[in-house]
């Protein structure tokens, strides 16, 4: 219930880091972790995932119907989370606000679903010029950092050379 309450009072969590408190609903946090169990439990987890999208699937099906009839030229996704409730306001404050808090976020809950199977290395989206002016940053990249860090794959880049 915290998190559905924290979504209907417009969803802005605590901005400033307050270590041992939930960044959603202030109630004491696990140890070492940005969120209380509850709020933990509420996340929008993507629990049945299609292993070749990452989309929502029925409990029992490894492929949705779009990778069924016509597949991506990639081969796996892993997207532990959905892009829904307060992960889409995480996402949007960081994209948007550049919120560091809301990396962080971000960052320590990747890390509580990682992959099954680490690929070869990061990849962070290039952004081109312009979205790089306006965000301030490429916040992909702060990700991959963060989570190179924590799982030692290498990171690559790659350059944009279209809009
Ligand atoms: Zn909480
Ligand atoms: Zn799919």
């Given at each position: 219930m915290a998190l559905k309450q924290w979504l209907q009072r417009?969803?802005?969590?605590?901005?400033?880091a307050m270590p041992g408190?939930?960044?959603?609903?202030?109630?004491p946090a696990l140890a070492?972790?940005?969120?209380?169990a509850t709020c933990l439990d509420e996340l929008?987890?993507?629990?049945?995932?299609?292993?070749?999208?990452?989309d929502p699937v029925s409990h029992?099906?490894?492929?949705?119907g779009y990778c069924l009839i016509d597949p991506p030229a990639f081969s796996t996704t892993q997207a532990?989370?959905?892009?829904?409730?307060a992960i889409k306001q995480l996402v949007h404050d960081f994209k948007f606000h550049a919120s560091p808090r809301a990396g962080m976020l971000l960052a320590e809950l990747m890390l509580l679903t990682p992959p099954d199977k680490l690929g070869d290395a990061f990849l962070p989206v290039p952004m081109t010029p312009m979205h790089a002016r306006f965000r301030g940053f490429n916040q992909s990249h702060w990700l991959a950092e963060r989570l190179n860090r924590q799982l030692g794959t290498p990171m690559v880049s790659a350059r944009r050379i279209k809009n």
């Open positions: 417009g969803g802005h969590w605590i901005k400033q408190y939930c960044a959603f609903c202030l109630a070492g972790r940005g969120w209380c929008p987890w993507n629990l049945h995932a299609c292993r070749q999208c990452g029992g099906e490894s492929l949705c532990g989370l959905l892009y829904q409730g």
